[in-house]
């Protein structure tokens, strides 16, 4: 069974940083796309920044130049580094990925993680 976990989250002062890893398990054939996203209370879940496989990178524009994805297709990792972080960026984080796994019948798809909180006090 695919299970994606987070792990990173917490409380970060305005102006410091912070890093994310969501990690990837399980029988999995490939992982094409992995990404971030974000909910903030009372608000829809959005993209964050996303990362294929073979590096190309995409960011929502209220987090370019201060986010960083990345990835270690060696580990099935993805890592988000937060530097100054805003008030605003607090939410939770859920870790993504489109990946194929080997079992007849399922093949590719979209998996999420549990989510992990990040508070950031002004």
Do not use: H
């Not at 976990?5 to 890093?19: K, N």
């Not at 879940?45 to 209220?62: C, F, P, W």
């Not at 060696?74 to 605003?88: D, F, H, R, V």
Request: proline content about 4%; charged content about 15%; aromatic content about 8%.
């Amino acid at each position: 069974q695919v299970q994606l976990v987070e792990s990173g989250g917490g409380l970060v002062q305005a102006g410091g940083s912070l890093r994310l890893s969501c990690a990837a398990s399980g029988i999995i054939s490939s992982i094409n796309v992995m990404g971030w996203y974000r909910q903030a209370p009372g608000k829809q879940r959005e993209l964050v920044a996303t990362i294929t496989s073979g590096g190309s990178t995409n960011y929502a524009d209220s987090v370019r130049g201060r986010f960083t994805i990345s990835r270690d297709n060696a580990k099935k990792t993805a890592y988000l580094q937060m530097n100054s972080p805003k008030p605003e960026d607090t939410a939770v984080y859920y870790c993504n990925a489109d990946l194929v796994v080997p079992v007849p019948g399922k093949g590719r798809g979209s998996y999420w993680g549990q989510g992990t909180q990040v508070t950031v006090s002004s």
